[in-house]
């Protein structure tokens, strides 16, 4: 912990890669732990486009449960540890795979939601986007002025990410001179292989997370324990 507060004092520019084991502590369902969402339900049935055109109305049920977890949840001190951080740097983007927006409630500026958002819905025949932020939605499969059916508006598997957006993730990884990874399994791509890109461009990896991961090997620091209380004992 001594060394990467070092390594945080001296850093000009920071990233940090976050994923669901960040929001855990606020009560969110991570995806691959014991209790994950994918112990109960295969991705390729609830998060693919192949699923929507297969049963809308099944993916919008469990969206819409997902919705009501995420309406009642808050930012842990985790979140807030991390829009603290942005407050101190001058240069600090925070890319999370997350999707509940709790980054955002917590004060950071510059993040990046590779993922999308889920309040965000997107209509499958004119593409606009709209935030909608009722829990549950009153109609499902919801529909848009237009008439076309709108779907969640986040990135599925199979789907490419929002290009802009993942732009600035990967040169945000490889301007930074030190990345932190933070509560994610590491193991879905590209989003994973930011670590390797920013430790390729000669960035220090730190990791923080409860467990060991695909990406613990070979990164400079692995801290164990819990987000929420770990982060602020990082910048205390
Ligand atoms: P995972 O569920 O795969 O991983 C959560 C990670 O958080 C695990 O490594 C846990 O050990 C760790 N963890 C749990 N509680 C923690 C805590 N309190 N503090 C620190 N770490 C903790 O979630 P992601 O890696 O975010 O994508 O999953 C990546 C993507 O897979 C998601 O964005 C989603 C999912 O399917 C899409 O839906 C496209």
């Known amino acids: 912990m ?9 850093a000009r520019n920071v990233a940090a890669l976050t994923g669901a084991g960040v929001s855990a502590e606020s009560g969110v369902p991570t995806f691959r732990g014991n209790n994950g969402l994918w112990k109960q339900r295969r991705p390729e049935e609830l998060a693919t ?15 819409n449960w997902r919705r009501g ?11 807030y540890a991390l ?5 101190r740097l001058s240069a600090f983007t925070l890319i999370t795979q997350n999707v509940d927006g ?13 993922h999308g958002s889920i ?32 779907r969640p508006g986040g990135v599925w598997f199979g789907e490419a990410l929002p290009r802009d957006i ?9 301007s930074a001179d030190l990345f932190l990874v933070i509560g994610t399994s590491a193991v879905v791509y590209p989003a994973a292989g930011l670590a390797q890109i920013a430790k390729a461009s000669g960035a220090r990896v730190v990791e923080i997370n409860i467990e060991e991961t695909a990406i613990s090997n070979g990164i400079d ?14 910048i205390a």
């Open 119 to 150: 309040w965000n819905l997107r209509c499958l025949i004119c593409e606009q986007e709209r935030v909608d932020r009722r829990t549950p939605l009153p109609e499902i499969p919801p529909t848009c002025e237009c008439g076309g059916m709108l």
């Open 83 to 87: 829009a603290e951080l942005e407050q």
């Open 221 to 234: 620091s692995f801290l164990q324990g819990p987000s929420g209380k770990l982060l602020p004992q990082l």
């Open 2 to 10: 001594q060394a990467v507060r070092e390594w945080l004092k001296q």
């Open 69 to 79: 977890v995420l309406a009642e949840v808050k930012p842990n001190p985790g979140h």
């Open 166 to 174: 993942w732009r600035e993730a990967e040169a945000a990884a490889r």
């Open 49 to 63: 486009p192949g699923a929507f055109a297969r049963d809308p109305k099944l993916v919008w049920e469990w969206y």
């Open 102 to 114: 709790l980054h955002l409630r917590a004060g950071s500026r510059n993040v990046l939601q590779v």
